[in-house]
C-alpha cells in the first residue's frame, strides 16, 4: 500500500500539491483538515461550544463523515461549503486539540486510506502519526506573509490583516497542543514553498518515490 504523507501549516500549500501529486500518481487524496473541520460544524449546528471539550468527545463517534474530493457530508448532509466557513475556522483548532476526537478521526483516516490500497494524504500530523512508515513524508511550509497572501485570496471578504493574525493564531494553537501538535516529522522531506510553483515542488517530491512495482 503507497501511502504518501504530506504535512505543514495553512497557507503552505499542502492542499494543492498533495492533490497534484495524488493525480500525477493516479491515486486518491485526502484531506484530513476537513474531517476536523466536519466534526467542528457538526458541534456548531448542535448549539455545542467546540472548545467544550467532554461533549465534543462524546459526539464524535458518532457522527458519519463522508470526505471525498470535492464533496464532505456530515450526518448525511453535504457541508462542502460550510465548512470553510469563517465561523468553522475559528473552531477548527480548539476541536483538533481535543485527543479523543483525534484518536476518533486518525482511526477513521487509516481505515480510509486502507479501503482505497493507499493514497497521498495530507495534515498536521500524517508524517508524525497517523502514517509515520509512510513511503514519503514531506513538510511544507513558506514566509508567513506569503501564506497570509494565499489564504486572503481564497477569503478575500476579509482584510489581509485579519487573516494574518488568524494564521499566527492557528500556528500557535497547533503547535503547541498536547495532542498530536503540528511538527515537521523526523526525516522528512522538507519544502519551503514560498517561491515555487505546485509542479516544480511536485517533481522534486516524485523524485523522492521509488517506481511503483
Given amino acids: 500500500m503507497r501511502v ?30 476537513a474531517m476536523y473541520r466536519a466534526v467542528a460544524l457538526a458541534a456548531l449546528r448542535r448549539g455545542i461550544d467546540p472548545g467544550d471539550a467532554e461533549p465534543v468527545a462524546r459526539m464524535a463517534p458518532n457522527l458519519e463523515i463522508v470526505v471525498e474530493p470535492g464533496r464532505v457530508e456530515v450526518d448525511g448532509v453535504d457541508a462542502t461549503i460550510e465548512i470553510r466557513g469563517p465561523e468553522v475556522t475559528r473552531a477548527v483548532s480548539e476541536v483538533a486539540a481535543n485527543a479523543v476526537v483525534r484518536t476518533e478521526l486518525v482511526r477513521r483516516q487509516r481505515e480510509w486510506v486502507a479501503e482505497r490500497g493507499g493514497a497521498v494524504v ?92
Avoid: M, N, W
Fill in 122 to 213: 495530507e495534515g498536521r500530523d500524517i508524517g508524525s502519526v497517523v502514517f509515520p512508515d509512510a513511503e514519503l513524508r514531506a513538510y511544507l511550509h513558506a514566509r508567513a506573509d506569503v501564506r497570509a497572501s494565499r489564504r486572503h485570496q481564497e477569503v478575500s471578504d476579509t482584510a489581509y490583516e485579519a487573516v494574518a493574525a488568524d494564521l499566527d493564531r492557528r500556528d500557535t494553537h497547533d503547535s503547541e497542543r498536547e495532542a498530536d501538535p503540528l511538527t515537521c516529522a523526523e526525516g522528512a522531506v522538507v519544502v519551503d514553498t514560498s517561491d515555487r510553483g505546485v509542479d516544480d515542488i511536485v517533481d522534486e517530491l516524485l523524485d523522492h518515490l521509488a517506481p511503483a512495482p
Fill in 4 to 33: 504518501i504523507a504530506i504535512d505543514g501549516p495553512a497557507g503552505s500549500g499542502k492542499s494543492t500539491v498533495a492533490r497534484r501529486l495524488a493525480e500525477r500518481l493516479g491515486t486518491a487524496y485526502l484531506d484530513t483538515g
